[in-house]
């Protein structure tokens, strides 16, 4: 165990919050077992309590311990996508808290990939895990390390400008590699049943077919049913606090010059070149690629909402299944987002 591990591992135990990279965000991290220490999470992120969290563990083998009844699809999906960006919604075990599952009867598991969450998870389980008297639970509870609704952190500083003080330790792992949060694929209603995409991210249904040999369902086709809450699924997420547009890339350099004509400082983000007869106080180029695009919006995000704009223009995406997981965060950014 390396010092920092030791260190982390030490204040886990103890109750504290640590922070720590994943390869999707950074996460904001508590001992999963002690309610005392999960409300730290919804302190410090202003997280209302019926909102679930997602339990980072340190391998499959841990998956009996915090649910129940797990179909033949849910060791398939872990065999084929752990370590990496897959939460799996499962029912979940009678020990587990309801601080972890907001109070339903499922709980969120995923093993990450990256190096440093996995060192810390493997040195936290060394340790014993936290609190005691659980049923051998061991596992870390680790929304994003961020203010509730806000822009997910991508690097170490982000977590440090979001959330200061109220984090004990902050373990720097560098940028994270996927840049946005993680697939959600719901198995809590049994083996027969397709498994429901509650939230799309680089894990894609047509990958989740080629190894179960059953399509999600999407939330389209969910509408009524008694799909289980998870992270990141509200109308308003992931949103700068500067007011941001959606606009497709024909209208960008009317829509720019009538901000700047009504005396409106704008920043732009895009995808591809743009002749603009008026350019924008601030812009970020990101690439016209979906996976890279995933991994610097957060950033570029954040460095456009720090600008001192009184908007944010987005250029539009492709309608294409690969820039689905892109297309929900800029939605869920732009409705969390309000206009001045």
Request: with cysteine; hydrophobic share 45%.
């Amino acid at each position: 165990m390396t010092q920092d591990f030791t260190q982390a591992v030490e204040l886990l135990q103890a109750g504290e919050l640590v922070a720590f990279p994943t390869e999707t965000v950074y996460g904001l991290g508590a001992d999963a077992a002690n309610p005392q220490a999960v409300a730290r999470i919804f302190a410090a992120k202003g997280r209302p309590a019926d909102h679930p969290l997602i339990v980072h563990l340190p391998g499959a083998g841990y998956l009996e311990r915090w649910a129940q009844d797990i179909p033949a699809i849910a060791w398939e999906l872990a065999e084929a996508f752990w370590p990496g960006p897959l939460t799996l919604i499962l029912k979940r075990a009678a020990e587990v808290p309801d601080a972890v599952t907001g109070g339903q009867e499922t709980v969120g598991l995923r093993m990450p990939a990256h190096p440093l969450a996995l060192g810390l998870l493997r040195a936290f389980a060394l340790a014993g895990g936290g609190q005691r008297g659980r049923g051998g639970l061991c596992g870390i509870a680790a929304p994003s390390a961020n203010r509730f609704g806000r822009i997910s952190p991508t690097e170490a500083a982000h977590v440090q400008q979001e959330l200061g003080a109220a984090v004990a330790l902050v373990l720097d792992g560098g940028p994270c590699q996927v840049g946005i949060e993680s697939t959600i694929i719901d198995l809590s209603r049994g083996g027969d049943q397709p498994p429901r995409l509650l939230r799309p991210g680089h894990i894609t249904p047509e990958q989740i077919y080629a190894v179960t040999g059953m399509r999600p369902e999407w939330p389209a086709a969910m509408r009524g049913g008694n799909v289980p809450r998870v992270s990141g699924s509200l109308e308003a997420h992931y949103a700068p606090l500067t007011p941001m547009r959606l606009i497709a890339t024909s209208l960008l350099p009317a829509v720019i010059a009538g901000l700047q004509k009504g005396g409106r400082r704008c920043a732009l983000l895009a995808r591809t070149r743009q002749a603009l007869p008026a350019l924008p106080q601030a812009q970020c180029q990101l690439p016209d690629d979906a996976e890279a695009y995933a991994h610097g919006l957060y950033a570029a995000l954040r460095e456009l909402d720090q600008a001192g704009n009184d908007v944010i223009v987005v250029e539009d995406i492709p309608a294409d299944p690969a820039w689905a997981a892109v297309g929900d965060r800029l939605r869920r950014a732009a409705c969390g987002s309000s206009e001045v």
